[in-house]
T-cell receptor, first 111, second 113 residues
Framework: SQTIHQWPATLVQPVGSPLSLECTVE??????LYWYRQAAGRGLQLLFY??????ISSEVPQNLSASRPQDRQFILSSKKLLLSDSGFYLC??????????FGPGTRLLVL | AQSVTQPDIHITVSEGASLELRCNYS??????LFWYVQSPGQGLQLLLK??????LVQGIKGFEAEFKRSQSSFNLRKPSVHWSDAAEYFC???????????FGAGTTVTVRA
């Protein structure tokens, strides 16, 4: 079964600073990869998904971007963080017609 | 487009009592349905899923859910709640031709002694 790693677990960043969150997956090949954001007390918002290396689909316009440099690596980035970027970021993997499995998440606080 | 509604934002239940969480979905064809649980500060853990077949699905931790096509529902149940079941529960819907899942807003369950 697949294992999803996310780091860092917690991050405190000033407004205007850059961001890089990493997600790596073990135990599967050619997975679909997803980035979700969960604001405090809110549900999950899909930010990006990828069906292959270099293939990124954006769901919500924002100042975040995603990249998939390797089959099992998915990176969430920003050049300049906003206060509204604070939240809990979850990486997930899955295949079409199958279950999505989630990583442990990264809590981001932008001050 | 598919969507999910979880009508109950917060439910409080006594330990040992039964629990039912409601989930209604909107989708034109046969959906794939999921229930996930999230403990504070953690990722989401899959409780159970329905793709096809028997409409009563058994999951982990003693949970079950029933798919009712006529009511567009996939309610989650547990006969006897434990204090460790206090968490947030998310219902999600997917399809055979889409990479994405649509999640409900979640239901927070509080268990009182």
């Amino acid at each position: 079964s697949q294992t999803i790693h996310q780091w860092p677990a917690t991050l405190v960043q000033p407004v205007g600073s850059p961001l890089s969150l990493e997600c790596t997956v073990e135990g599967t090949s050619n997975p679909n990869l997803y980035w979700y954001r969960q604001a405090a007390g809110r549900g999950l918002q899909l930010l990006f998904y990828s069906v292959g290396i270099g293939q990124i689909s954006s769901e919500v316009p924002q100042n975040l971007s995603a990249s998939r440099p390797q089959d099992r690596q998915f990176i969430l980035s920003s050049k300049k963080l906003l206060l509204s970027d604070s939240g809990f970021y979850l990486c997930a993997c899955g295949q079409i017609q199958e279950t999505q499995y989630f990583g442990p998440g990264t809590r981001l606080l932008v001050l | 487009a598919q969507s999910v509604t979880q009508p109950d934002i917060h439910i409080t239940v006594s330990e040992g009592a039964s629990l039912e969480l409601r989930c209604n979905y909107s989708y034109g064809a046969t959906p794939y349905l999921f229930w996930y649980v999230q403990s504070p500060g953690q990722g989401l853990q899959l409780l159970l899923k329905y793709f096809s077949g028997d409409t009563l699905v058994q999951g982990i931790k003693g949970f079950e859910a029933e798919f009712k096509r006529s009511q567009s529902s996939f309610n989650l149940r547990k006969p006897s709640v434990h204090w460790s079941d206090a968490a947030e529960y998310f219902c999600a819907v997917g399809s055979s031709n889409d990479y994405k899942l649509s999640f409900g807003a979640g239901t927070t369950v509080t268990v009182r002694a």
